[in-house]
């Protein structure tokens, strides 16, 4: 974190020189607005201390330099008579340490810097819950595909069960028919058939060329239907 201090008066110097020893604290220096390069200041991570005596002596350069937009802003009084002037140039949102002890600059430095800590990694913490979102949000979606697909794996292995089945009864039918017994045959036809077609109810008719009529074999209805049909046969 860095301290810059804008000052010409000893006091704040030797004031601050020695407080930042214990705070880590770089300092800056300047007896000028114009001294402070603001673009390569971290606004995020300095504070800015101006004295009370270079206030007063520049009320329109404090101006420009508050608004900078420091994030963290303090003024110096050095004399408890510019307190009252000091507050009407730079306002109530900059903090006023008055007549202060290296052990207070030191104690509100070090406030400051922690501020500034908490600061940035709420924003590395955010950073990383953003990251952690933006994959949780990817493998959502990943997630989404694969139960799309696993369904229609499922859709498919059903499909396939079923013709296997079918294909299984088939196989079973023709050897059953193929025992060449007239009986077995046509209790097949009304019993098992029906089944590859998911009927539930069928019937068998001869056909009896010579009367030109089908004659009933077999049913499974639960009713009495016709023994016989006539048709028409062209001869």
Not at 85 to 95: F, H, I, S
Request: charged share 25%.
């Amino acid at each position: 974190m860095d301290l810059y201090l804008l000052s010409d008066t000893a006091q704040a110097l030797s004031l601050c020189r020695e407080a930042v020893e214990g705070c880590h604290l770089a300092l800056h220096e300047a007896s000028d607005a114009d001294d402070l390069e603001f673009d390569s200041i971290d606004l995020d991570r300095s504070v800015l201390l101006m004295d009370s005596a270079y206030i007063t002596a520049c009320p329109d350069e404090v101006a420009s330099v508050l608004r900078k937009c420091f994030l963290r802003t303090g003024v110096l009084v050095t004399d408890e008579s510019h307190v009252e002037a000091v507050t009407d140039l730079v306002g109530e949102d900059c903090e006023l340490l008055v007549n202060p002890t290296v052990c207070t600059l030191q104690s509100r430095l070090g406030d400051w810097s922690a501020i500034a800590s908490l600061t940035q990694e709420g924003e590395l913490q955010y950073q990383q819950l953003r990251e952690i979102a933006d994959v949780l949000e990817t493998s959502t979606q990943d997630i989404t595909a694969l139960k799309q697909k696993i369904t229609f794996l499922d859709r498919q292995r059903k499909k396939l069960s079923n013709v296997l089945e079918t294909m299984n009864m088939l196989t079973k039918l023709s050897q059953e028919i193929n025992c060449l017994d007239q009986h077995e045959i046509i209790a097949i036809c009304v019993t098992k058939i029906p089944m590859l077609v998911n009927a539930r109810y069928a019937s068998l008719y001869m056909h009896n060329y010579e009367a030109g009529t089908l004659e009933l074999k077999r049913h499974n209805h639960g009713y009495r239907i016709d023994e016989t049909v006539k048709i028409d046969v062209e001869r």
